[in-house]
């Protein structure tokens, strides 16, 4: 009886899907994919996250098969514990980092005016959403923008900060915050939040996805999920949300670039199979 | 000197603050509920005791979810504290809803446990001397279950002091304002260099819970030897 129950148990996970580790602004898109069959069949299970909190959990011995995360400083975090296969490792997409306001809003921002129209649009007891700025990817990149535009002192106190950029959009779209900043794919994929301004790439580090192969889990599969995640059909439905190619992308981009503002409803929104990771209990 | 930094020493005191002020607040309709489901019956108690557990069941991000569409800006109540100039989103005063909620489940139970355990004759006594329903509770009920109602105080302030889930997705991360300690513990945990902050943080919260432990333990332990000679 235990050893038809053991074989079983063994036979399903043999088939079992392998798991990524994603990035949290990566949901829309990643989502797409897996409910087109892009990334291979059965669809891959995905586990959204803050970059930190994945990272962490990976590194404590987690059972993902591919991490992606939205910095380098969490891919090398987990490179530097072993946790991931440095020679698997690659740039995926790039991306930008944008201020929203819920599509209702009539604020106006210019980033070259400095803060009083940030101030503005804040009123006086508004806030601005942003994800922690110490261990998420997207909050450390606003810290850096803010800091480098000279606006970090005065809007610190201001600030709203979630657990990941997704949270953060949240609140703008549910006109809890009245600015946040987020990537743009996620101002992208949202119609309930508007894009006021993009924060200059040089104000900050560049927004590089890593992807790797988790330490443990090198398999035909996962090299195989990898190789569909850098296929072009993956990059086209990238590029469709909002992403770019990686900075210093060495390929030939393929398709040409899109707007996205004109693909905003197209798609749709799948959600197979998809868990939030990162949970904290209580 | 104290040992902890000076941010980490606003979360442990806006923690504090956050988790009385919610847990205090709350004890008259935790009183209340937990009295009916100890001494009245009525239609739809199984559905009123469901409702009640709700926060210990749900998902805290749900219930923080939850309380974001109700009291948030916009929402069904919170557009009118918004109007009077008492919002509560994105303030320590929204954690502190929070936490009560989280902890409500636990301050009933153990309540309503208390209330079952005073002898009704004592309180018929007292009816037939003459006391109105109030004068009942206040005179002997309440002085009666003091030890469980102290006993259920702990273990509230415990979950409310370690609320994490529904504090977050409802009021955010503000430092001074909604970060408590869970959420400090959080953030130095996901922080890489922030290992010695976390455990300095996760030593006093064991010792905070050991405490209310302790405090709940003690009371009801008292209390079961109490009643035990007072039926010899």
Excluded at chain 1, 63 to 78: G, K, Q, V
């Amino acid at each position: 009886m235990m050893v038809i129950t053991a074989c079983a148990l063994s036979a399903m996970a043999a088939a079992a899907p392998p798991t990524i580790f994603a990035a949290a602004s990566l949901q829309p898109a990643l989502d797409q994919l897996a409910h087109d069959g892009a990334l291979g069949s059965p669809a891959p299970h995905l586990v959204y996250a803050a970059s930190s909190a994945l990272a962490r959990q990976i590194e404590s011995g987690a059972p993902a098969d591919l991490f992606i995360s939205a910095d380098e400083r969490w891919m090398d975090d987990a490179a530097r514990r072993d946790a991931i296969l440095p020679s698997t490792r690659s740039d995926l997409l790039g991306n930008a980092l944008v201020l929203i306001a819920p599509a209702s809003s009539h604020a106006a921002v210019d980033l070259a005016h400095g803060i009083p129209p940030l101030l503005d649009a804040l009123g006086s007891d508004g806030r601005l959403a942003i994800a922690l700025p110490d261990s998420v990817p997207a909050g450390i990149y606003a810290r850096q923008s803010l800091l480098h535009l000279g606006m970090w002192s005065a809007l610190e106190p201001r600030m709203a900060m979630s657990r990941d950029v997704r949270a953060a959009l949240n609140l703008v779209l549910l006109r809890q915050c009245p600015l946040g900043i987020v990537y743009r794919s996620d101002a992208v994929s949202e119609p309930r939040v508007k894009v006021l301004a993009t924060f200059p790439a040089a104000s900050h580090k560049p927004i590089v996805y890593p992807v790797a192969i988790v330490r443990g889990h090198d398999s035909a599969d996962s090299r195989a999920l990898l190789a569909a995640l850098e296929s072009p059909r993956a990059k086209a439905v990238f590029r469709h949300w909002g992403f770019t190619q990686p900075p210093d992308a060495k390929q030939a981009v393929v398709a040409k670039p899109t707007d996205p503002s004109t693909h905003r409803h197209e798609g749709g929104r799948a959600a197979p199979r998809t868990q939030r990771g990162g949970r904290h209990g209580g | 000197m104290s040992p902890l930094t000076p941010a980490e020493t606003v979360a442990l005191a806006l923690s504090f603050k956050i988790a009385l002020v919610g847990v205090f607040c709350s004890l008259p309709v935790a009183i209340s509920c937990a009295w009916l489901l100890a001494r009245k019956r009525f239609f739809g108690k199984p559905l009123f005791e469901g409702l009640l557990l709700l926060p210990l069941i749900l998902p805290p991000v749900v219930t923080g979810y939850v309380l974001l569409i109700v009291f948030g800006h916009h929402g069904a109540i919170g557009r009118w504290l918004d109007a009077v100039g008492l919002s509560i989103a994105f303030r320590w005063t929204g954690a502190a809803l929070a936490a009560a909620v989280m902890a409500f489940p636990l301050l009933v139970v153990a309540l309503r446990n208390a209330f079952e355990s005073v002898d009704r004759r004592l309180e018929s006594a007292a009816a037939t001397l003459g006391a109105g329903a109030w004068r009942i509770f206040f005179s002997v009920t309440l002085p009666l279950s003091l030890r469980g109602l102290v006993a259920g105080l702990a273990l509230a302030f415990a979950r409310a002091f370690g609320e994490f889930g529904a504090t977050i997705t409802f009021v955010s991360s503000i430092p001074g304002q909604t970060r408590t300690l869970p959420i400090a513990l959080y953030e130095l945990i996901s922080m890489p260099g922030g290992e010695g902050g976390a455990l300095r943080l996760t030593l006093v919260a064991v010792i905070v819970a050991l405490l209310a432990g302790l405090i709940a333990a003690l009371m009801l332990l008292r209390g079961g030897e109490r009643s035990a000679g007072a039926e010899a």
